[in-house]
């Protein structure tokens, strides 16, 4: 048996031998518990009841609820607290050591991320995996899709490749039980993904020595699948889940979530926001959960109005160019690995689709005018004139020609380039995703993607003020948070803000690219 078909018999066995899929939602099972302790801001933040861990069987609860609510004196927060155990942050037992090098510093935290499949606790939101992982950090207690790529980068440069396989086994194990890479590893994830960078995982994974890409052909092929759910006999100008079909018959993709009710771990907030709007809640729900696919949840990128705000997202309109970037990197996945084992049928299907949507990505993305990419409206048949970090997308996968590569990398330099980094857009409308925020994954992109293309002055240019706002922020603070101020830069340098959590410490993504680029 080769290394490769071992690997693949190791997964089959931790799949055979895991319990059945759990995904029933906290919504679903604490019903007017959980609306009532939502409603009632019991937590300051809502994901936190999400995620305690009951003491009882989840229906005796409930119905304790259901009986004693009424009654004279009833202390909602006391009946939860003596009910649920409540989630520690991350990495609770790491003790920072001022003026450790920043290297060591990330190499010994990564013990504290690591989860063991041992640690779920029973009857909780938390969806099971076979193989140790790492989470992201601060209230992030569970493991995250696209976070994930940009973690792994920094375990295997800290000599962590265990880690590195181990994590793209959970991946496969999700879409085998699932069929698509949830959000997150909780229930009520289950109904929507992130960014689809699983290929980039396989190939990460192959170079530090653990499966050939081929071995994850089956998971590479049902991921593609689960994005173009619906496609078959989709007519030209309508639209299907997270498939688009363009007029000219062409298929590219959108972000989108199952369900359309506000997101079970932003409960409060989801419906006050609907509340703004003069939509139907219905539609502003589902938008706001497609944006939490995207991974740029939130940003002016999926606004109709920056001058609306939130209430006026409207990403189920819009076809990203990033994800679009993705999935073709997907589809040449595909390519290689099914002329590795010989299947060349499904090699020359995913040879016209990769082509087709090449070709798509060019024709819809590209501003010649501006010299950027930007997202296309598929129902107003219209470009988005919004100028964000993920016009670099495409020169990370390939995408770009010479002269398009110089034109963003200008676009970027005049725009987005900040004393910290590379900014995420050019709004600041207090959502976490803009202005003056900067992101480890999307400089991690950009700088990639400009070297690629020889722009090495501008790639570095970037790294280096990225690199000083996280030394900075470490010297000071013992820590690396998810996100940064650009705008503070040199020694001013401190973490981002807004959204709907504190700044959050830990950080996967922050640690692994920081990881990554150290010493260069």
């Not at 304790?64 to 607290?81: E, I, M, N, T």
């Not at 589902?286 to 939130?310: K, T």
């Amino acid at each position: 048996m080769t290394p490769a078909a071992g690997a693949r018999e190791a997964r089959d066995a931790a799949a055979a031998t895991a319990p059945p899929p759990d995904t029933c939602t906290p919504a679903d099972r604490y019903q007017e518990l959980f609306r009532d302790v939502q409603l009632q801001g019991v937590f300051s933040d809502s994901k936190t009841f999400v995620d305690c861990a009951p003491r009882d069987e989840p229906s005796a609860i409930l119905r304790q609820y259901l009986a004693s609510r009424d009654l004279p004196g009833f202390d909602l927060p006391a009946f939860v607290q003596e009910r649920f155990h409540l989630p520690l942050t991350a990495h609770v037992d790491h003790v920072p050591r001022p003026g450790r090098p920043l290297a060591e510093h990330i190499d010994s935290l990564w013990d504290s991320l690591v989860r063991e499949p041992l640690q779920h606790p029973p009857r909780g939101s938390l969806v099971r995996l076979p193989h140790r992982y790492v989470v992201p950090g601060g209230r992030f207690v569970e493991v995250y899709y696209w976070y994930s790529y940009f973690t792994m980068l920094g375990l295997a440069e800290s000599g962590r490749p265990d880690l590195v396989h181990c994590m793209t086994d959970n991946f496969a194990h999700l879409i085998d039980t699932y069929g698509l890479v949830p959000n997150g590893t909780r229930t009520y994830y289950l109904s929507r993904s992130q960014p689809p960078v699983f290929a980039l995982m396989t190939q990460l994974c192959e170079a530090r020595g653990g499966p050939a890409q081929a071995e994850y052909l089956p998971e590479l092929l049902r991921e593609h699948a689960f994005w173009h759910e619906g496609e078959a006999g989709l007519a030209p100008g309508t639209a299907h889940r997270r498939v688009v079909a363009l007029p000219d018959g062409m298929f590219l993709n959108r972000y989108w979530d199952d369900r359309c009710t506000p997101r079970e771990e932003a409960w409060r907030e989801d419906v006050l926001t609907a509340s703004r709007s003069g939509r139907p809640r219905e539609q502003v729900w589902r938008d706001l959960r497609a944006s939490a696919e995207s991974g740029w949840d939130f940003s002016s990128r999926w606004m109709a109005d920056v001058a609306e705000g939130l209430s006026s997202t409207c990403t189920t309109d819009l076809l990203p160019v990033d994800l679009n970037c993705f999935l073709h990197e997907l589809e040449r996945t595909i390519v290689r690995a099914c002329w590795l084992v010989e299947d060349h049928a499904t090699a020359a299907e995913f040879e016209r689709r990769s082509a087709a949507r090449a070709a798509a990505i060019d024709r819809c993305f590209w501003d010649a005018g501006a010299g950027w990419y930007a997202d296309w409206n598929w129902r107003s048949q219209r470009r988005r004139d919004v100028l964000t970090a993920a016009t670099a997308v495409p020169l990370f996968c390939g995408l770009a020609s010479g002269h398009q590569a110089r034109a963003v990398a200008q676009a970027l330099q005049e725009r987005l380039l900040r004393p910290g980094g590379l900014g995420t857009t050019e709004n600041d409308t207090g959502e976490q995703w803009d202005r003056p925020n900067g992101w480890a994954p999307l400089q991690w992109m950009a700088v990639e993607g400009l070297a690629r293309y020889g722009c090495d002055e501008l790639a570095t240019t970037i790294r280096e003020r990225w690199m000083r706002s996280v030394q900075l922020v470490y010297e000071r603070e013992s820590r690396l948070v998810e996100k940064y101020d650009l705008f503070a830069g040199g020694a001013e340098a401190r973490g981002g803000g807004g959204g709907e959590s504190p700044l959050q410490d830990g950080f996967g993504w922050t640690n692994g690219v920081a990881r990554r680029w150290i010493g260069w």
